[in-house]
C-alpha cells in the first residue's frame, strides 16, 4: 500500500523502506497489516499498568502491553 499523506498531521510522507514513511513533523508511519497482542493488566487494588513507549512511533508517549505477532516471527526466524 503507497502513501502520501501523514495520517497524524496530513504532511507528505517520504518512503524510507518497504512500509515505513515519515513525514516533515518526523512522524513514522507504518504502512502494512500485522498481527498484534495487548493487554490491560489491572491488580487487586485496581491500578492499571501503563508503560511508556520506548521505541517510535509515538516513543515518550504512554501506552499498553503489546507485541506484533510479526515482530516475534521475524525473531523466531532469525
Ligand atoms: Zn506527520
Partial sequence: MEMNFCRRCGQPLTNHHD???TCTNKHVIFANTSPA?????VNDNKEA???I???EPGIGNFDI???SLMAQKLRKMA
Fill in 19 to 21: 512500509h515505513v514513511y
Fill in 53 to 55: 513507549r520506548g521505541l
Fill in 37 to 41: 497482542v495487548s493487554a490491560v493488566f
Fill in 65 to 67: 502491553p503489546a507485541v
Fill in 49 to 51: 499498568l501503563i508503560a
